[in-house]
């Protein structure tokens, strides 16, 4: 008598389901992802209390340097040459987009100056709200 | 003679599909930048073309030096003992404008900072409170409906139109 031959398990992990999981996972992170208008390092302040910037801003960027970028959040960040050049940009945000919040990405070292300057021309062009982005302060030791 | 056909499978190849989507994943995850998304909020004066009357005498007057060292009416002061010295004026006027004014060679962080400081405390039925006093069970509410400080951060321009 012929036995049959056995018909052994082959030892298979499978897979198939693996890129679903994979595609599942990339467009998660497609829709959760923000493009930033304004893509300049900066070493922001530091602060304890913080809050929500709105997704739809404008950014006004200054490196430690003074270099100044501005968007009004359509477009990718320009640098501004002279620092006249702000109010212009400012009279032309408001002008466009009478209720859009200025967010304000400057280094922590920068001269005060620069700052004053662009809030002097924000608070002209009749900007409402204009945010200080920052850091969070990690919370002081021995407080606990 | 029996002919063993070597028939092609009729799967399409998925084995490496995985291999394609984890590597952009990988790739994905590495392009992202972290946008920092928060800050503190900060208005500005309300499209009205009288400036807010600041009577200086009637105001504190914080000034930020280009070292960082702070001077509260012309009293040198720490961070930290800010609002210390702010309750008892505060409490007697809770109107009282606390005006921020850093020199201009002054590192924009130490505004910030002072500016942080401000923001942590609120009139709450007419005295000076601060967040880590109240703890973190007082309910958020009663915190929203308390009262800011009265913050000025007047530019440059202002100071020499309106004060001198």
């Known amino acids: 008598m012929r036995l049959k031959a056995r018909h052994e398990n082959q030892a298979v992990i499978p897979t198939a389901s693996m890129a679903d999981i994979a595609f599942l996972l990339i467009v998660f992170f497609m829709v959760t992802i923000t493009f930033e208008k304004d893509k300049t390092q900066v070493a922001l302040p530091k602060t304890e209390l913080r809050f929500e910037v709105p997704k739809i801003a404008a950014y006004i960027s200054v490196t430690e340097a003074g270099q100044i970028r501005v968007t009004d959040g359509e477009a990718m960040s320009t640098p501004v040459q002279r620092i006249d050049d702000v109010d212009a940009f400012a009279a032309n945000l408001v002008a466009n987009f009478p209720k859009r919040p200025v967010v304000l990405k400057a280094d922590s070292n920068v001269p005060y100056r620069h700052i004053d300057r662009i809030i002097d021309s924000l608070k002209q062009a009749k900007v409402e709200q204009i945010y200080l982005l920052s850091e969070q302060k990690p919370l002081e030791e021995g407080a606990a | ?164």
């Open chain 2, 1 to 164: 003679m029996k002919f063993q056909r070597n028939r092609p499978s009729d799967e399409i190849p998925t084995s490496s599909m995985a291999d394609i989507a984890f590597l952009l994943i990988v790739y994905f995850m590495v392009t992202t930048t972290f946008a920092a998304t928060r800050g503190l909020d900060f208005s500005l004066p309300k499209d009205d073309d009288q400036p807010p009357v600041v009577e200086k005498e009637d105001s504190v007057l914080i000034e930020i030096l280009p070292n960082g060292q702070l001077m509260i009416d012309q009293k040198p002061m720490e961070a930290g003992d800010i609002i210390e010295y702010l309750k008892p004026k505060l409490d007697r006027n809770a109107k009282k404008p606390v005006i921020i004014k850093p020199q201009p060679e002054s590192p924009y962080g130490h505004m910030v900072e002072v500016f942080d400081v401000l923001r942590q405390a609120k009139l709450i039925d007419g005295q000076l409170t601060t967040l880590a006093e109240l703890g973190p069970d007082f309910p958020e509410e009663d915190w929203d409906a308390g009262k800011d400080i009265n913050i000025s951060i007047p530019t440059q321009r202002e100071i020499e139109s309106f004060w001198f």
